[in-house]
């Protein structure tokens, strides 16, 4: 759209009552439903489905074939792979209307979730987080955790660059292409400044 500081593929539909940010991509067949808040420089692939009043904050990534339903927030730098989807209501019935019992799940700064991925509802993502290709997520993931499988365990560490983490006995790891130092403590790592 020429008047927009944003851009949606014609295919694509935008409903009313959406914030769209500057420098967001919308392209082939995605709905962006109502009431969405949409950060800047975002990039939506084919095909994707965004429900009322989702919260996505500046630069995430949804690649194709990706449901996003009410009750889902992304902070900033969110990556989400290709087809994966996000649950909203914990015990789905045809039958039973249960639109008002959404349960909310926040994805935070920096993670990334892996094709084929499922959210179930309610669950948070910490930051710089990595979800695994096909993983299912029944329970909250710590910051900088890798987690697959089916219910996803968690079987290591992530620096923010991408890399996984290889702590020595006193807790401590670099990453590899960055150069960052990382401590884990009781269970819990945090990036040294």
Known sequence: MADKEYFVHETAIVDEGCKIGKGTKIWHFSHIMSNC??????????????????????????????????????????????????????NPRSGVNRR??????????GASIGANATIVCGHDIGEFAFIGAGAVV????????????????QIGWMSEFGHRL???????????????????????VSKIN
């Open 37 to 90: 808040v949409i950060g800047e420089n975002c990039n939506f692939g084919q095909n994707v489905v965004v429900s009322p009043e989702v919260v996505l904050g500046n630069n995430v990534k949804v690649q194709n074939n990706v449901s996003i339903y009410t009750g889902v927030v992304c902070e900033d730098d969110v990556f989400l792979g290709p087809s994966c989807v996000f649950t909203n209501v914990t």
């Open 100 to 109: 008002g019992q959404y349960s909310k799940t926040t994805v935070k700064h």
């Open 138 to 153: 029944t329970k909250n993931i710590p910051a900088y955790a890798l987690v697959v499988g089916n219910p996803s365990k």
């Open 166 to 188: 290889s702590f020595d006995k006193d807790g401590m790891a670099v990453c590899p292409e960055s150069k960052e130092k990382y401590q884990l403590k009781d269970g819990v």
